[in-house]
Each structure stands twice: as structure tokens, then as C-alpha cells.
């Protein structure tokens, strides 16, 4: 998951972590956490484009990779 919609409608478990899960979120062809990608002139989690969290989706197996996936560290920050 690189994004999530503003409002929350059912519930995850995160159960792991995966520090070489990238996405690039400007389109630059480089992945970097020491980047101010959000131009407010602050560098953190935000700005991250590596790393991630697995979690487990109360959707069932059949979603995703058998009920599980990856959320980028930077969507627990993002508004």
C-alpha cells in the first residue's frame, strides 16, 4: 500500500517489517529516506521512500497475497 483513503473502515494486524520494500513517490528512479519529498522544509518519516510493514487485512486470503501485504512506513504519517 503506497496510499490509504481518509477514513478507516475495518481493522489490520501489523505482524513484520520489510526494510527492502521501496516505492518512489516523486518519480525520480532513485529510492531515499533523506529526501524532502513534501517540500515542508522537514525531513521525516513523510519523506520516506523505503521500508515497510506487513500487515494482515481482515478482508481474508483471498485479498492481496493470501490476506496479507506491505504498507510504506511513510502512509502511518501521511495525513
Not at 505482524?15 to 528512479?29: A, H, S, T
Amino acid at each position: 500500500m503506497t496510499a490509504w483513503c481518509p477514513e478507516a473502515s475495518h481493522g489490520m494486524t501489523i505482524v513484520g517489517y520489510n526494510d527492502l520494500i521501496r516505492y518512489d513517490y516523486n518519480n525520480d528512479g532513485q529510492y531515499t529516506n533523506d529526501v524532502d519529498l513534501n517540500g515542508d522544509g522537514i525531513l521525516d518519516m513523510r519523506d520516506w521512500e523505503i521500508g515497510a510493514l506487513k500487515f494482515v487485512n481482515s478482508y481474508g486470503e483471498y485479498w492481496a497475497n493470501n490476506g496479507f501485504c506491505f504498507m510504506m512506513y511513510k502512509t502511518l504519517a501521511d495525513d
